[in-house]
């Protein structure tokens, strides 16, 4: 079991900034890969951005490309999501996933994010 808990949503105006973390615990070591998916209202989760846990590859939806960035801190096991230039479409509840080595996928709770336009 790998527990994920998500943390730095909010509202901000159309243009701002915002940085979601996600910190795991539990059997973290066989974690392969984690990332951030997004679910806005009466539309599927979709994905959003992945980083590899061992060599640290980074992965974007073309959404928000140029304007998100994923890290990684490895003794923290926290993983990050910078989100810039934040639209209006962007506006969902974040979800933290853990792929673990297993196959299996663990989520976190959520943390909602508002963009005013």
């Known amino acids: 079991q790998v527990n994920l808990v998500e943390s730095g949503g909010g509202l901000v105006q159309a243009g701002n900034s915002l940085r979601l973390s996600c910190i795991a615990s539990g059997r973290t070591g066989l974690i392969d890969s984690m990332g951030w998916y997004r679910q806005a209202p009466g539309k599927e989760r979709e994905f959003v951005a992945s980083?590899?846990?061992?060599?640290?590859?980074?992965y974007y939806a073309d959404s928000v490309k140029g304007r998100f960035t994923i890290s990684r801190d490895i003794r923290k096991i926290t993983v990050y999501l910078q989100m810039n230039s934040l639209k209006a479409e962007d506006t969902a509840t974040y979800y933290c996933?853990?792929?673990?080595?297993?196959?299996?996928?663990?989520w976190g709770q959520g943390t909602q994010v508002t963009v005013s336009s």
């Open positions: 980083q590899r846990w061992s060599n640290g590859d980074t």
């Open positions: 996933n853990a792929h673990h080595r297993s196959g299996h996928d663990f």
